[in-house]
Structures are given as C-alpha cells and as structure tokens.
C-alpha cells in the first residue's frame, strides 16, 4: 500500500501481456515454444534457466494437448504470455469445450500423461496451474511460476488441475 505523497510503483520493463494465435496443428507446438523462448529473451525477463526451460515444456505440453485433444471442434489455439515483475503465466485457450483430466501415474502407458506433467512442474517451481471455462465454451489451461524463488504465487491449499471436469474453481491471477 503506497501512503501519501508517494510516487507509484512503475512495472518493470519486461513486465506485459502478449498473446499469439495458431492454427491447431503439430507443427505448432515447436512454434510456441520457439515464440514463447523468444520472447522471454528479447523482454529480458530475469528468470533462472531451470523456470525457463520447465515454463518452455509446459508450453509445450499445452499446446499438444490442444492440438491433440481440441483441434476437432477448436482448428485455432491462442497461446498468452503474462509477465508481472515476480510472476510469468502461460496460457493456452481452445474453442473445444471438455476440460481436460490429469491421468494417474501409469508407467505403462506411452502417453496421456502431459497435465500431470504440468501439474508438477508447477507445483516444484512454486506455482499453480488450473483451466477455466470461456465465455464461449471453450477453455484456457494454465500455469503460473514464480521469476524467483522468493516470489510467493500459490499456497499448499490452491488447488491445480483438477481431476473431475466441471467449472474451475480457483481464480486466474490477475496480469
């Protein structure tokens, strides 16, 4: 809280929202990833190479869950990126209207297993991560991480992606 007389506080330079549409396809994923790499690097976003490289892969993870499970009733996907001076959030919206479900760790399955992937990578990082329902149907999944280990985004009660589908029950982080 600022007191009086005080000069408010100036975002950061690389503090911002960006957002990128794509056509639902395989070729997309490394896209993102490549855009999202990109940018953290032209914005000079001060985050440690393991937040870098764990923010990449569930990009990664996202946007082949879009592709893979959403491209039938969604052909576009829209990736967003929002950096706040001790946060960045990655998002990826679809049109598809199902909410996805993190499967159990089975080791004998060849796939199926990229939420929970996210979900701890996330959850070792210090984030959170969720889906919500669009307004037109659709739904946008995402993961918030801290810039630094100091940053404090999520407490052990947040819940993250959740296992039954239905309506999101924790609020998306305000950019």
């Known amino acids: 809280m600022e007191s009086l007389g005080s000069v408010p506080a100036r975002p950061t330079p690389y503090e911002g929202v960006w957002r990128f549409t794509a056509p639902a396809v395989d070729v997309s994923v490394p896209q993102a990833r ?3 790499r990109d940018l953290l ?4 976003v001060p985050a440690s190479d393991e937040t870098v490289q764990g923010l990449l ?3 990664s993870e996202l946007v082949t869950n879009a592709v893979r499970h959403a491209a039938l009733l969604s052909p576009e996907l829209a990736v967003e990126v929002a950096i706040a001076a001790d946060w960045i959030r990655v998002s990826v919206e679809d049109s598809h209207p199902y909410r996805p479900k993190a499967l159990e760790r089975d080791y004998a399955q060849t796939g199926g297993r990229g939420l929970l992937l996210v979900r701890e990578i996330t959850l070792e990082a210090g984030g959170t991560c969720d889906v919500e329902h669009t307004a037109s149907g659709g739904k ?14 999520v407490s052990a009660l947040t819940p993250v992606i959740q296992e039954e589908r239905g309506p999101a029950t924790s609020p998306r982080p305000a950019p």
């Open 34 to 36: 490549h855009a999202v």
């Open 41 to 44: 690097g032209r914005q000079g």
């Open 57 to 59: 892969l569930i990009v």
């Open 140 to 153: 946008i999944v995402w993961a918030l991480l801290p810039l630094t280990p100091d940053a404090v985004v």
